[in-house]
């Protein structure tokens, strides 16, 4: 079965980098897009960017330019987000998520189960 | 960006009754919507895309509709486990963008 599964809970200061790795079992990791959804405490989802881990091309939205890097290794069937310069509006639960395919592209059809990356000084 | 605006941001019922939310998009997003069901503390599930699709394994009272820019998530019939906050996502635009969801109380 598919499954995404993504690392522990971060702490970091203001002006600190986080990176969050996301990894895939159950489906060929190289067939589907992954992307990178936010959450901040009580609010809604904030699509932050997307990554094809067949080539490693990636797209990020404009929010999030010049201080995300979306990456995988195809050897472990991973991807990472990282997050740098990070402030205190950046806390927030950091989900992977699956694009499907053909009828589905564009929707998410399977999520990890999130990280609570936490800023504060 | 396609704005996605839900109404109403929150609803009380009662297990048994009929639910509609709305979601409306800022410009037409050709029936590229989907819906998600989120429990406190877990990622989103997904429920239904193409506007009207249910994904597998999601209950038949769960039903979506609409075109254009107004697009609906109808549940026939509230179980208890149906609780919970709803959000609707576009992706006509591949700048993905969702609604800001909308809480499914027990009145």
């Known amino acids: 079965q598919v499954q995404l599964v993504q690392s522990g809970a971060e702490v970091k200061k203001p002006g600190a980098s986080v990176k969050v790795s996301c990894k895939a079992s159950?489906?060929?990791?190289?067939?589907?897009?992954m992307h990178w959804v936010r959450q901040a405490p009580g609010q809604g989802l904030e699509w932050m960017g997307i990554?094809?881990?067949?080539?490693?091309?990636?797209s990020y939205a404009q929010k999030f330019q010049g201080r995300v890097t979306m990456t995988r290794d195809t050897s472990t069937s991973t991807v990472y987000m990282e997050l740098s310069s990070l402030r205190s509006e950046d806390t927030a639960v950091y989900y992977c998520?699956?694009?499907?395919?053909?009828?589905?592209?564009?929707?998410?059809?399977?999520w990890g189960q999130g990280t609570l990356v936490t800023v504060s000084s | 960006d396609i704005q996605m605006t839900q109404s109403p941001s929150s609803l009380s019922a009662s297990v048994g009754d009929r639910v509609t939310i709305t979601c409306r998009a800022s410009?037409?997003?050709?029936?590229?919507l989907a819906w998600y069901q989120q429990k406190p503390g877990k990622a989103p599930k997904l429920l239904l895309y193409?506007?009207?699709r249910l994904e597998s394994g999601v209950p038949s009272r769960f039903s979506g509709s609409g075109s254009g820019t107004d697009y609906t998530l109808t549940i026939s019939s509230l179980q208890p486990e149906d609780f919970a906050t709803y959000y609707c996502?576009?992706?006509?635009?591949?700048?993905?963008?969702f609604g800001q969801g909308t809480k499914l109380e027990i009145k």
């Open positions: 996502q576009q992706y006509y635009s591949t700048l993905y963008t």
């Open positions: 193409a506007a009207s």
């Open positions: 990554i094809n881990p067949s080539g490693g091309s990636t």
């Open positions: 998520a699956r694009e499907g395919v053909v009828a589905a592209a564009g929707v998410f059809d399977y």
């Open positions: 410009q037409g997003i050709s029936n590229s």
């Open positions: 159950g489906y060929t990791f190289t067939s589907y897009y």
